[in-house]
């Protein structure tokens, strides 16, 4: 009934442990890349198949991005790109890169009969600027970045001499950029001052805690209650990642590239903070279940988890979901099996089934798929509400990248491999951004962040206590932290 614990989720640092799991389908599905036109020279390096952009030398690519009078670069293909482009470069470089692509494209124009249309070329080279800026400001707070922007906007200004639009919508764009920049500076300040407390959740109990000290079940005994403030905290945290630090995942692995890319470590705290949470969560479930004493109640705790996970299933939050079942299979929880067998344990053989790790997790991607589709459809918050398994849409991530090649034999950038990788990191996107709609409740959401959970020893020991050791093994364990417990007092 139980599984092990490793098959359930590893309570490992997700961006700089070894992880290799296959996306479901096995299959790369690119979005689309229409030209819309043509781009300057050299787009003879760029390789369409079925209408779709699936190689390019990085000049062509970088060519691709510039608009010219006859052509604006497809939206999906701006944001894929300048995500992807970090693993070849840092920002600055391509935004020098795409600076002078713009003065040759300038010159050509005012060397030409086309002199009229040099203000409207200047508009397209703005509009993909403040698409960059929106997209990723975090890229501009490099000074060699904001010097390159200011250089480019400097240029398509001399064109604008008369009512001063295209310097409108620049000083808009520069404005909401410094906006941006401080809110995140602010935001990375708060992380730095906080981050020991946010590692660390709570204090780590070596031994049991006072009889009287409240248990989840004092604070909330509502299991929809508590899903939806499991919810809050879920989107919260996940709202502070970027799509840039996703790609860290591809930047960091690739040790090939790690020397040209933004290899900013500081970046990957808000992933590594998410998931801490995760790992937590799991803790705090089974440091509920262990520390009760009597079989009577810790039976009542488990159904009541099990409701809790089933309700943030129908939430769609998959994530708490996992952590939950996680923690009811670690072996100091899943070892009581007295307790176990007076558990009405019909809904958590639902819940494994749905969290069953055969054939790579299909029954869970299944759940997602139309969870996302729910989503798509929505006419209220609570029905956009998708949040995945973080730890395996990293190891989806970090697959792609590790099955797929940057470069194809003849040199091409791989983009193929960079549409999906894209396309999965837009769509987490677009569920980070999705407001909570369940009111918030302080005092649960206290308890939560903030409640001691047991050492793995303090686990095993509060089990043991519970339920003696069965067989050798055990009680070769059992003796053993008895005799650590000693040693301590």
Known sequence: MFLEPQETMP?????FSSI????????????????????????????????????????????????????????????TFLLSSRVFMPPHDLLARVGQICVEQRQQLEAGPEKAKLKSFSAKIVQLLKE??????????????????????????????????????IAQMTQSLLLSLAARSQLQELREKLRPSA????????????????????????????????????????????????????????????????????????LEAYDNWFNCLSML??????????????????????????????????????????????SPVARLKKTWSKVKTAKFDVLEHHMDPSSNFCNYRTALQGATQRSQMANSSREKIVIPVFNLFVKDIYFLHKIHTNHLPNGHINFKKFWEISRQIHEFMTWTQVECPFEKDKKIQSYLLTAPIYSEEALFIASFESEGPENHMEKDSWKTLRGQGKKIT
């Open 20 to 79: 290799l799991v296959p996306s479901c389908s096995g299959q790369v599905q690119p979005g689309m890349g229409e030209r819309g036109g043509g781009a300057g020279g050299g787009s003879g390096d760029l390789i369409f198949q079925d209408g779709r952009l699936i190689s390019g030398s990085l000049e062509a690519l970088m060519e691709h991005l510039v608009p010219t009078v006859d052509y604006y670069p497809d939206r999906t293909y701006i944001f």
């Open 199 to 270: 590692v660390d959740k709570g204090p780590i109990l070596k031994t049991k805690p006072p009889a009287a000290q409240k248990d989840i079940l004092g604070v909330c005994c509502d299991p929809l209650v508590l899903a939806q403030q499991l919810t809050h905290i879920e989107l919260d945290r996940v709202s502070s990642i970027h799509p840039e630090d996703l790609m860290q995942i591809v930047s960091h692995m690739d040790s090939l590239d790690n020397h040209r890319c933004r290899g900013d470590l500081t970046k990957t705290y808000s």
């Open 132 to 169: 960059w800026t929106e997209a990723f400001p975090y890229d501009f707070q490099d000074e060699k970045a904001m010097a390159e922007l200011k250089a480019i906007t400097h240029r398509v200004t001399q064109c604008d001499e008369e009512n001063g639009t295209v310097k409108k919508a």
């Open 11 to 15: 309570q490992t640092s997700v961006v």
């Open 285 to 330: 479930v089974a440091t509920e279940v262990c520390r009760v004493v009597k079989k009577k109640h810790r039976t009542r705790m488990l159904e009541f988890f099990i409701d809790v996970a089933r309700e943030c299933f129908n939430i769609g939050n998959f994530n708490s979901m996992m952590a939950i079942i996680s923690g009811m299979n670690l």
